[in-house]
């Protein structure tokens, strides 16, 4: 069993920056890809980024292209999500997840593919 623990959430203004991070417990963390989706008030959730577990081929949103960076450091088992430039429209919940069957490119966009889900963050940007 994995646990997921999302911190750096807050409040920003816009055009801010901030960092969130998503440590992983009890499982090879080094194995998983890890991605960041979100939720907003009233909507779906949504993919945001991904990191495969081979740290090759990145996958982001449009959205948040050359605005958003997902790393990972594995010796901390964390996986990180610096966004800048921030919109209003950036408010949402943030949750991170483990995929366990090392799938790489668009299938991380993919909610299914996660095995494992924190419980989340929140990012509010004011205008």
């Known amino acids: 069993q994995v646990q997921l623990v999302e911190s750096g959430g807050g409040l920003v203004q816009a055009g801010g920056s901030l960092r969130l991070s998503c440590a992983a417990a009890g499982g090879a963390f080094r194995n998983y890809g890890m991605g960041w989706f979100r939720q907003a008030p009233g909507k779906e959730r949504e993919f945001v980024a991904a990191?495969?577990?081979?740290?090759?081929?990145?996958v982001y949103a449009d959205s948040v292209k050359g605005r958003f960076i997902i790393s990972r450091d594995n010796a901390k088992n964390t996986v990180y999500l610096q966004m800048s430039s921030l919109k209003p429209e950036d408010t949402a919940v943030y949750y991170c997840?483990?995929?366990?069957?090392?799938?790489?490119?668009?299938?991380?966009?993919?909610?299914?593919?996660?095995?494992?889900w924190g419980q989340g963050t929140l990012v509010t940007v004011s205008s």
């Open positions: 990191i495969p577990w081979t740290a090759i081929r990145l």
């Open positions: 997840a483990a995929d366990a069957s090392r799938s790489q490119g668009m299938r991380l966009m993919t909610e299914r593919w996660y095995a494992y």
